[in-house]
């Protein structure tokens, strides 16, 4: 974990058979809110790409890399104060070159806020 007590798993369910579901809560009052930001907290976009990636590494079972982000587009800030449970659908498809394509959305309520694409490596 990236940091821990940063946030916890709570179901991770496969959708079929390169797709899984993810419903996970954040710890709003974790101390690294105080730097990001302490009046209007907000989860830093480099930490959530670490927790998709995280995920995926429960998924794989295995340690992952990113080498190389294709598309992340943050769609809207998430205030852990004000939407602290989050859903991420993760789609993974191992390449012919013994990588990982992942593709990632989030969802915070009815409001997506990130759209990822992205090639992983087993390390």
Known sequence: MLVKDFYWVYSTEAVDDATWSIDLELNASHPIYEGHFPETPI??????????????????????????????????????????????????????????QLLAEGMAGENSFIKLKATLVYK
């Not at 602290?84 to 013994?98: A, W």
């Open 43 to 100: 989860l830093p976009g480099v930490v959530t790409l670490q927790i998709i990636k995280e995920c995926a590494e429960e998924i794989t079972k295995k340690t992952l890399q990113y080498i190389q982000i294709g598309s992340c587009k943050f769609l809207s800030a998430i205030n852990p104060t004000k939407n602290s449970e989050l859903q991420l659908t993760l789609t993974l498809k191992e390449t012919e070159e013994n990588k990982l």
